[in-house]
């Protein structure tokens, strides 16, 4: 290897010049944002709004070829390859590793959103200044009904499914391979040796880690910041406690803290557990949904936005709204979830190339592209199939129920509570209901934010599979740090709207890392088998 690791002080084990790079260009990112969140808020707001509008044909053709080379690999020979030696087995079993691919990859989002975002897309108010869903506009489903309450499901699932997933796939199966097949660090920077051989461990290696670093940081940072809104929120609900400022920093600080305790103890151990821990969890509270809620509506609302989404998936990537009304919808919703998976996918891909190992790349593809789009359709089904049954049958009348309003409103956190509300009352089940969601997005949070700690320093030392244990602190120290001051200083969204338009530039290199990576498979048909020596 050209690049040498720290061999003794500080910094054994890690390598000095991008820890010091990285830790130096976090703390002047969140000083200029926190003291100037207004202007820097209006500098990546404009940024965001160009790269959406001038580039949303872009990212839907980016997107789409990224679900055809998943599904090549898993038609083509090269199925069978294992991540690692031929003889290699996974070190993780499928529960495990679904828990840890769900939790770490998109587990709080469908919380936050899974009740707000199909009462968004059944709402034909144009409250936001567009239409509310184009797709059901186009199918003839123009009023608040059943049929246009499956085409708000379906959307949904468009935006959480196959696509995203997709993103992650491709990024993790390139980092895995690279790493345990070819040997490589378990790096960003690996993808990229097919073009640029040894010298991705010169600047060029540098640059793309570092990108990697800053993306996990403040993409944590700001799920954790917007995130103990809601926590707070159920808080109030739970305790009475206040849901402002002081309650969110403590939550900020509490779990820091757990994330960290979880992130020092390793994959084997904090991060699997809380995973695991996780998924039981969310059967209590997905189970209460279904039976407690129209159990024989959401049956049948399965299986009709099933038949729906496989007939129109293909058709919905490949739309593109020329229209002024339904191009500022898409931009606003189907490109703005392009652009949050992809500037995600450094850090998910690499925390899923980490839990992979010894996977074949057919297994790997499958499993992560399929089972955790199935577990998000019948969460969202249940629990935004729920607040839609609500609301088509509200006493005054479809749409009148009051999570309408909360949504408009973007009181997202009491939209969620609210359609508890609607099924268990606000008695002693409850409130049951009301922790246990609390409790989700408590140890949803945990899992994101240890496992970004963990692959942050696995890209500063190299691919360390077990980084110094200082550093898992520093940073998860970190995390919390950045996540405290935007929240305080009100630039949380600016950060959040800079991580969007940065999934520009992340475009190309995942573009880079996908021919990388079919490039060398293509190499590897020509070679002898690798086995373990």
């Known amino acids: 290897m050209v690049t040498e690791l ?27 944002t926190g003291l100037g969140p207004q202007l820097a808020g209006e500098i990546f707001g404009t940024a965001r709004t160009w790269i959406e509008s001038t580039f949303s044909g872009y990212y839907l053709v980016t997107v789409m070829l990224l679900l055809a080379v998943c599904a090549f690999i898993v038609v083509s020979r090269f199925g069978s390859i294992r991540l690692g030696s031929d003889d290699s087995r996974p070190e993780f079993s499928n529960f495990a590793w679904f828990s840890m691919l769900f939790s770490a990859g998109i587990g709080i989002g469908i919380l936050f959103f899974g009740v707000a975002e199909p009462v968004f897309y059944l ?13 059901a506009d186009m199918a003839g489903a123009t009023a608040i009904g059943h049929e246009r309450a499956i085409d708000a499901l379906r959307v949904s699932v468009f935006h959480w499914g196959l696509h995203g997933w997709a993103i992650y796939v491709i990024v ?51 799920s954790l910041g917007l995130g103990v809104s809601q926590m707070a929120v159920g808080l109030q609900r739970l305790v009475g406690i206040s849901d402002g400022l002081d309650t969110q920093l403590i939550l900020i600080a509490g779990i820091s803290l757990i994330s960290i305790l979880s992130a020092v103890s390793g994959v084997q151990k904090g991060i699997k557990l809380i995973s695991e821990l996780n998924i039981w969890v969310s059967v209590v509270v997905v189970g209460a949904f279904l039976l407690g809620g129209p159990t024989l509506w959401l049956v049948q609302a399965f299986g009709a936005t099933l038949l729906d989404y496989a007939a129109n998936v293909i058709p919905m990537g490949l739309w593109y709204a020329d229209e002024p009304g339904p191009a500022a919808w898409q931009q606003a919703w189907t490109i703005f979830y392009w652009g949050w998976w992809l500037a995600w996918a450094p850090f998910v891909g690499l925390f899923i190339a980490r839990i992979s190992r010894g996977r074949t790349l057919r297994e790997f593809v499958l499993g992560v592209l399929l089972v955790p789009t199935l577990i998000i359709f019948v969460w969202l089904v249940i629990f935004g199939g729920n607040a839609l049954y609500q609301e088509l049958h509200a006493t005054g009348g479809p749409g009148n129920a009051g999570i309408i309003e909360l949504v408009n409103a973007w009181n997202l956190p009491a939209a969620l509570f609210a359609s508890a509300d609607g099924i268990a009352g606000t008695g002693t089940l409850g409130w049951t209901l009301s ?31 077990h980084p110094p244990r200082r550093f898992r602190v520093f940073w998860g120290v970190v995390i ?54």
Request: aromatic letters at 8%.
């Open 123 to 135: 709402d034909d108010s144009g409250a936001f200044g567009y239409p509310n869903n184009p797709h």
């Open 435 to 465: 922790a246990l969601m609390v409790f989700l997005l408590m140890s949803w949070f945990v899992t994101s934010s240890d496992s970004g700690t963990l692959v942050l320093t696995t890209i500063l030392s190299l691919g360390n599979d």
């Open 6 to 32: 720290s061999q003794k002080g500080l910094f054994q084990g890690m390598h000095k010049g991008m820890t010091l790079t990285s830790a130096t260009l976090v703390l002047a990112f969140v000083l200029f």
């Open 172 to 222: 993790g199966m390139s980092l895995a391979y690279f790493a345990y097949r070819r040997g490589l660090p378990l790096a960003l920077r690996s993808a990229l040796y097919p073009f640029i051989g040894e010298r991705i461990y010169g600047p060029i290696g540098h640059l793309v880690d570092i990108l990697g670093v800053l993306g996990c940081v403040f993409g944590v940072a700001t």
């Open 480 to 533: 919390g740090l950045v996540a405290a001051v935007l929240l305080v200083a009100g630039g949380l969204k600016a950060l959040q709207t800079a991580l969007i338009a940065a999934a520009l530039p992340l475009s190309v290199v995942i573009l880079v890392m996908t021919a990388g990576v079919l490039v060398s498979l293509l190499q590897e048909s020509r070679r002898p088998r690798v086995v373990n020596e």
